[in-house]
């Protein structure tokens, strides 16, 4: 097996539904466990301890939920980056995760060539995606 680079997204309870809604964004085949599954009988033992959502385009995200007493940062420790040449599916999920999000730069042409935007989802995780143009330059990274 090859290696893979993958997000990890922490989240404070909120790790359920921010999986649940990226996978009404990207389709695909989620898992979850909590802590409970593993022995914790406390007030987090419904909490998100692992989710993997693998996506038919071959994304995988992983997220869980950060436990009581670890301290947490929402929104300023992950970018995810999109990108590819499928416009219409990198445009349906930009549309997607900016609902009740804010988008900071519409998906539109940069200068580079390529179209290009930046949003931030209701739980606050930064997304940017390209759509490669005809003569693609790289773009600016995160």
Do not use: C
Not at 44 to 59: F, K, R
Not at 71 to 90: A, C, F, K
Not at 92 to 106: D, I, N, Q, R, S
Not at 115 to 131: A, C, P, S
């Amino acid at each position: 097996m090859s290696s893979r680079l993958n997000p990890y997204i922490s989240f404070k309870d909120t790790a359920r539904d921010a999986m649940e809604f990226y996978k009404s964004v990207f389709g695909g085949e989620l898992t979850v466990n909590t802590f409970g599954e593993y022995g914790d009988t406390g007030p987090g033992a419904d909490n998100i301890m692992h989710a993997q959502l693998e996506t038919p385009s071959g994304y995988t995200i992983m997220a869980s939920d950060t436990p009581d007493g670890r301290p947490y940062e929402p929104g300023n420790n992950i970018t995810v980056s999109l990108s590819g040449d499928d416009s219409d599916e990198l445009r349906g999920y930009f549309e997607k995760l900016a609902e009740g999000g804010t988008v900071g730069m519409p998906l539109e042409k940069q200068m580079w060539g390529d179209e290009f935007g930046q949003l931030t989802d209701k739980f606050g995780i930064g997304w940017l995606v390209n759509i490669a143009g005809e003569q693609s330059g790289s773009a600016p990274s995160a």
